[in-house]
């Protein structure tokens, strides 16, 4: 079975900086795909960035990045000049090729200050 | 929100009474599924479908069934429902067309308290 873990309970960061929010996973498979998921208070789940692992470049939307390391399984999502709206939970959800079952992480809390 | 509506959006129940939560989506997606969150926990998944009269559990199913009779309603329900159900209950369906493991859209969730 395969495990998402976020080791990252709350972060923050100030407005207009760089913050970037780890994410580790594992699993026995070579093919699979990688998610953020960001949840802003509202409650609403809104997909951030997708990354397929057989693709060896990371992962760009506007300010959002990932760095992914596929042999350290490590799936980092990067934030660039922070905004208020960025304040939210984010999750880390892992899924294989065959399968249809997302496995998310316990999720990091982003507080963007002004 | 990509045609998703789920009700109620809140509800408080007494321990061992049955709960029945719906999905609704205007989207004629084949796959939707239940996931609830709880702290620390993210999410997990509980049943999903995909198709009419087509499911299967997720990794946290004991104490719900679901039922999906119709491609647009997806039901959720705890036969007896027990304080550890206390959580939010989110639906969420998938495109087809866009590729295997295009992302979820999800809908706004469920809050359920079990008193």
């Known amino acids: 079975a395969q495990t998402v873990t976020q080791s990252q309970p709350e972060m923050s960061v100030q407005e207009a900086e760089t913050v970037t929010l780890s994410c580790t996973y594992d699993?026995?498979?070579?093919?699979?795909?990688l998610f953020w998921y960001k949840q802003p208070p509202s409650r609403q789940m809104i997909l951030v960035i997708r990354?397929?692992?057989?693709?060896?470049q990371n992962a760009t939307e506007n300010r959002f990045s990932v760095n992914f390391q596929k042999a350290a399984k490590s799936f980092s999502l990067k934030i660039s000049d922070s905004q208020l709206g960025d304040t939210a939970m984010y999750f880390c959800a892992l899924e294989l090729e065959w399968g249809n079952m997302l496995t998310f992480g316990g999720g990091t809390r982003l507080m963007v200050k002004p | 929100d990509a045609g998703i509506t789920q009700s109620p959006r809140h509800k408080v129940t007494e321990t061992g009474t049955p709960v029945t939560l719906r999905c609704h989506q205007t989207?004629?997606?084949?796959?939707m599924y239940w996931y609830r969150q709880d702290p620390g926990h993210g999410l997990r998944l509980i049943h999903y479908?995909?198709?009419?009269?087509?499911?299967d559990k997720g990794e946290v199913s004991d104490g719900y069934s679901v039922s999906r009779s119709k491609t647009e309603d997806f039901l959720l329900t705890l036969e007896s429902a027990t304080s550890s159900q206390t959580s939010v209950y989110f639906c969420?369906?998938?495109?087809?067309?866009?590729?295997?493991?295009?992302?979820?859209?999800f809908g706004n969730g469920t809050r359920l308290t079990v008193t």
């Open positions: 479908s995909y198709g009419v009269k087509d499911t």
């Open positions: 699993t026995s498979e070579s093919n699979y795909y």
């Open positions: 990354q397929e692992a057989y693709k060896q």
């Open positions: 989207e004629n997606h084949r796959y």
């Open positions: 969420a369906i998938r495109s087809e067309q866009a590729g295997y493991n295009s992302p979820l859209h």
